[in-house]
């Protein structure tokens, strides 16, 4: 029953849309002389669709309209300006990341002014090195001179374990 | 709590990546073994007057501008690694110094440096150590502590103090260490 009226009522519909065949329609029109029930559906739906078709579609008032469209601005959170938004920290991080990488991007070579400062500050160390041996040649050297002089005094508190720097110290 | 956690992280990690060449830098002569932990010098001595770090790749380049003019500097300085150089100015404190000057010597022997010189006098100590690995030179350490200033020298890598003195004219530097 229930597959029985699906059937007329989407052939109904074709009828009142005007997508229904012109064999179909004729078999539709000799159903309905024969059945009361179908005929009186067809003319329900064809009254049905002119009452539809007299219906105006009004524009909604503006002022609806406006307020309708608030909605979602009015739910929306409201933007906050903050470094530590996700967005922004990610930003914030990728600064010295970026900062890295062109360093890293950057030719290895040292520019001559660089060098110059690097042998400059090497010449420094090596003078402090070149004056520390100067100052323990010199005690190395009487240190021994007054072990052999005074050697039951034993006051000399030097300590010399390399016998072979010593030996250097002393050309020194 | 969650804005909190992510300022946090954002501070941290900015300051994470800016420090990350300077830590490199630092982690490279870390990893030799004649690298020198001076400790924190700067609690006992203040700020350093005078601060070198020398890495190798710079070492490099100054040894080959050197060729040309002295292929004995030049040699000298191929067999270092690294220089690092720390000087203190001592004010009324000096005597504080020289104790923390003992305090640094305990932590070298310790660390497998062996002492070669000493110098100790009352207004002056000298100390230079060495690091031997099988029978390789690997670093040397010198440290002069007088009544002005503390000095400390990390040299990494292979120095002949002969050769050192040898080429040391060629270098127009003046330190004013007292030698009298």
């Keep these: ?172 | 709590m969650k804005r909190l956690l992510m300022s946090k992280f954002v501070i941290g990690l900015f300051c994470t990546l800016l420090a990350l060449p300077a830590i490199a830098q630092e982690d490279e002569l870390k990893n030799l073994a004649g690298y020198v932990d001076f400790g924190d010098l700067s609690a006992t001595y203040g700020e350093p007057k005078i601060t070198i770090n020398l890495g190798g790749t710079m070492l490099n380049f100054v040894g080959m501008m050197s060729s040309s003019e002295s292929p004995e500097t030049s040699d000298l300085i191929s067999k270092l690694k690294g220089i690092r150089v720390q000087i203190f100015s001592l004010g009324e404190d000096a005597d504080a110094a020289k104790h923390q000057f003992g305090k640094t010597k305990s932590n070298l022997q310790s660390s497998g440096w062996e002492p070669i010189v000493q110098v100790n006098e009352d207004d002056e100590q000298v100390l230079v150590y060495m690091k031997a690995v099988d029978g390789n030179m690997e670093g040397m350490t010198v440290m002069v502590v007088d009544d002005e200033e503390a000095v400390f020298v990390n040299v990494i890598g292979q120095l002949n103090p002969t050769e050192l003195a040898k080429v040391m004219d060629r270098f127009d530097v003046n330190v004013d260490l007292d030698l009298d």
Excluded: C
């Excluded at chain 1, 601005?73 to 920290?89: D, M, N, T």
């Design chain 1, 1 to 172: 029953m229930k597959e029985y009226d699906d059937k007329w009522e989407d052939q109904i519909n074709a009828l009142l849309d005007g997508e229904l065949s012109a064999d179909d329609a004729d078999l539709l029109k000799a159903k309905a002389s024969d059945d009361r029930a179908l005929a009186r559906a067809i003319v329900k739906a064809y009254q049905l669709q002119r009452v539809m078709d007299q219906v105006n579609v009004e524009r909604a008032p503006h002022s609806l309209t406006k307020r309708l469209k608030a909605i979602p601005r009015e739910h929306r959170s409201a933007p906050v300006f903050s470094l530590f938004q996700p967005r922004w920290a990610m930003a914030l991080a990728a600064i010295p990341l970026v900062v890295i990488a062109v360093s890293l991007m950057r030719p290895d070579t040292p520019s001559a002014s660089e060098i110059a400062q690097a042998r400059h500050e090497m010449a420094i160390a090596f003078a402090y090195l070149d004056k520390a041996a100067a100052i323990t040649g010199r005690e190395i050297e009487s240190t021994v001179g007054n072990t052999m002089a005074n050697a039951v005094t034993g006051s000399v508190n030097k300590v010399i374990q390399s016998e072979n720097l010593t030996s250097k110290e002393k050309e020194v």
